[in-house]
Structure formats: C-alpha cells, structure tokens
C-alpha cells in the first residue's frame, strides 16, 4: 500500500499505452466495472486487472463498490498535480523570459 | 447493467492523499477562514448538524472578473444542507450552484467528503460528487471551462488544498 503518491509512480503508470487508453476510456465514461472496461482491450482480464491495479496505485483511478459490482473512477487530481507542479513552471518561467526580453528592449530604446 | 450506468457515469470521484492530519483537512474544508485560502477562495460557512446550512460566497475576486466580462455574479455562489457532519472523518451535503444561470436552474446534487487518517501522518480525502440533473455544474467541476475563467474544478481545488496544507502556501503564493 502507498501512502503518499510520489511523481514516480504517477509517470510509471503513464508510460503505457494501455493504461492511458483504459484512462481515455474513463474520461469518455466514468465509473465503469472490470467486465465493461476489458470488453473494449484484446487483453485477459487478469491482464486488465493487473493494469488497474498498477493505476489504482498510482492514485489515477479510485474504486467505489456499488451493491456487489466495484466501479473505477478516473481520479484527475495527481495529473493536476504534476500540471501545478512542472508544467506551470515552465510556463511561468516562458512568461518571465519573455518579460525580461520585453524591458531589455525597452531600456535599449533610444 | 444498462439501468445502472447511467447515474454512475454523472458521478465523480477524486482522492488526494495530504501531509496533514485529520482535522486539520476538515477544518480547511468547513472553515471560512481556510476556505479563501485556496481553490476558488471564496468564503465557506458551515452550520455542520443535519439540517444545517451550507452557504460559499463568492470572492472579491471572482465579482471583479464577472464585473470586467460584463457578467452579474451574485453574492451566493453555492446553497445547500447538511446530511451528515462527522467531524473529523465524514460530511455529506447537498449542493447547489447559484453562480451561473445555466446552473442555477438545476438540480441539487450530493457531496460526500471522506477523511481518513493514514500511517505515518498522511490523511486520505476522498470527494465523491453525485451531479444527477447538474450537466452544467459538472462540466465546470470537472475543469472543462478553465480556459474561459471559470477555474479547475475539484481536481484544482484539491491540488491547491494539498498545497496549502504541506507548504502553507496555495498554488497562486
């Protein structure tokens, strides 16, 4: 069990290209069971099993029980996270430079 | 099968795993003074007994950016009432959004926060949003109108609340 989900674990699971269809899949419609999610893979489902567990994991996909079926839910939060976290950077940093630019031409005006 | 999925599908879930203990995520979650420190930051009041109301009001901010798209923004941004208030581990409540017309006309929905503390000083918040009757609402809380300023939805309140809580800094500084 992990408790606090590290990047890692978080890119590990995204380097995968049927875990990000499984995602997609989720995004489209949410809340969905094993049985449904492995009609859409030419996979066994102990094969999807073992890929939503790695998600599950990862925090990506969050499980809920209804009556006897368990459901998984797509959880965007750790995504949001490395977007806060790495991508705004660098926007920022894009943003700054580009401010930075803009003053070294002002001053440099005549 | 075919009965079961449709409400489900209006359902979201997100989970956040947080440095913090226990109450200190469900006094950010029910106190006025946390809940202007992150995500939309407007100020939340709680009267946490089955029954009680819930009012989130919208922040100065929020009015300004209406105001400068030419956009009225109330001063009531949320309604609705409590269900369930067990501190620190479980509040269920209805939920209204009175922000915008297309969400005003519809229906309330349920909010489920669930707190539960973790070995090792971590606590795991699960928010479970059922948006039956809400398609408008949904689309904003799933962040799909960030982009036209409508903010990131619950994965980005969430995010900023992590923030706040480890860092004791949100996301904006």
């Known amino acids: 069990m992990v408790l606090v989900i590290d990047d890692d674990l978080v890119f590990k699971a995204l380097a995968d290209e049927t875990r990000r269809f499984l995602l997609d899949r989720l995004f489209?419609?949410?809340?969905?069971?094993?049985?449904?999610?492995?009609?859409?893979?030419?996979?066994?489902?102990?094969?999807?099993?073992?890929?939503?567990?790695?998600?599950?994991?990862?925090?990506?996909?969050?499980?809920?029980?209804?009556?006897?079926?368990?459901?998984?839910?797509?959880?965007?939060?750790?995504?949001?996270?490395?977007?806060?976290?790495?991508?705004?950077?660098?926007?920022?940093?894009?943003?700054s430079a580009l401010l930075d630019l803009k003053h070294q031409l002002e001053k440099e005006k005549p | 099968m075919t009965v079961n999925s449709a409400p489900?599908?209006?359902?979201?879930?997100?989970?956040?795993?947080?440095?913090?203990?226990?109450?200190?995520?469900?006094?950010?979650?029910?106190?006025?003074?946390?809940?202007?420190?992150?995500?939309?930051?407007?100020?939340?009041?709680?009267?946490?007994?089955?029954?009680?109301?819930?009012?989130?009001?919208?922040?100065?901010?929020?009015k300004q950016a209406g105001a400068a798209q030419g956009i009225p923004v109330p001063d009531l941004a949320i309604e609705g009432e409590i269900i369930e208030a067990d501190a620190p581990r479980k509040l269920v409540q209805t939920w209204h959004m009175l922000m915008d017309p297309g969400t005003a006309g519809e229906k309330f929905t349920r909010l489920t926060y669930e707190i539960e503390a973790m070995p090792g000083g971590v606590t795991r918040l699960t928010l479970t949003h059922e948006l039956d009757g809400a398609p408008n609402a949904a689309g904003i809380l799933a962040g799909q109108w960030e982009s036209q300023g409508a903010g990131g939805g619950w994965s980005w309140v969430l995010s900023d609340l992590k923030s706040l809580l480890e860092t004791g800094q949100g996301l904006r500084g």
Do not use: C
């Open chain 1, 28 to 95: 489209e419609k949410d809340g969905r069971t094993l049985t449904d999610l492995a009609s859409e893979l030419e996979m066994t489902r102990f094969g999807v099993m073992k890929h939503l567990r790695i998600l599950e994991n990862a925090n990506l996909v969050v499980t809920r029980r209804s009556g006897r079926t368990k459901l998984h839910f797509l959880n965007p939060v750790p995504i949001r996270q490395i977007h806060d976290r790495w991508i705004n950077k660098y926007q920022e940093h894009h943003v």
């Open chain 2, 8 to 62: 489900q599908a209006t359902t979201q879930v997100y989970r956040v795993y947080i440095k913090a203990t226990p109450q200190a995520v469900w006094d950010a979650i029910t106190r006025p003074e946390w809940t202007e420190r992150y995500g939309y930051g407007g100020r939340g009041e709680y009267d946490l007994r089955p029954g009680g109301q819930y009012r989130g009001y919208t922040s100065d901010a929020m």
